[in-house]
C-alpha cells in the first residue's frame, strides 16, 4: 500500500510525496518528496545534505485524496542535491488511533502488528 500526499504550506502546494514505509510502533510515515516551483530549500527543508538546519515542518500541512487533511504532529523534509539519495518526507502523526486507521493494511504495519487471529 502506498499513499500519495500533498504537502502544502498554507494553501500553496510545495510538493507530493508517496508514502512508501512506515515505522508502526513510533507512529511514523515516510516515502520520496518531489518538490513543486513553490519549494525552497531553505524555507522547508528541516535536514540538508544531512546536516539538521531548523524545524520548519510546524508550518507544513499533509493531505491525501482517501484521508483528507492528515493530523500530524510533525513534518519533516530531508533534501539532498544527490539524485541517488533525493528528496524525503517523514510524518509523525498525533494519535495511534489515526495512524491505525489510515495504514492497518499496509504491510509494515501488519509486520509489527500481526493479526492476533492467525495461527501463526
Not at 14 to 36: K, N, S
Not at 37 to 59: F, I, L, M, P, W
Request: one cysteine or more; glycine letters at 6%.
Amino acid at each position: 500500500m502506498r499513499m500519495h500526499v500533498s504537502v502544502h504550506q498554507d494553501q500553496a502546494l510545495i510538493g507530493i510525496a508517496t508514502v512508501e514505509h512506515l515505522d508502526p510502533p513510533m507512529g511514523v510515515a515516510f516515502g520520496p518528496f518531489t518538490p513543486t516551483e513553490r519549494y525552497e530549500r531553505d524555507r522547508h527543508a528541516n535536514t540538508v545534505e544531512g546536516s539538521y538546519v531548523d524545524d520548519k515542518g510546524q508550518s507544513l500541512s499533509v493531505c491525501s485524496d482517501q484521508h483528507g487533511l492528515l493530523k500530524t504532529a510533525s513534518i519533516a523534509i530531508e533534501d539532498w542535491a544527490d539524485p541517488e539519495i533525493g528528496k524525503h518526507l517523514t510524518v509523525w502523526f498525533n494519535d495511534s488511533r489515526d495512524f491505525a486507521a489510515i495504514f492497518s493494511t499496509h504491510v509494515d504495519f501488519k509486520a509489527y502488528y500481526p493479526d492476533e487471529s492467525s495461527d501463526c
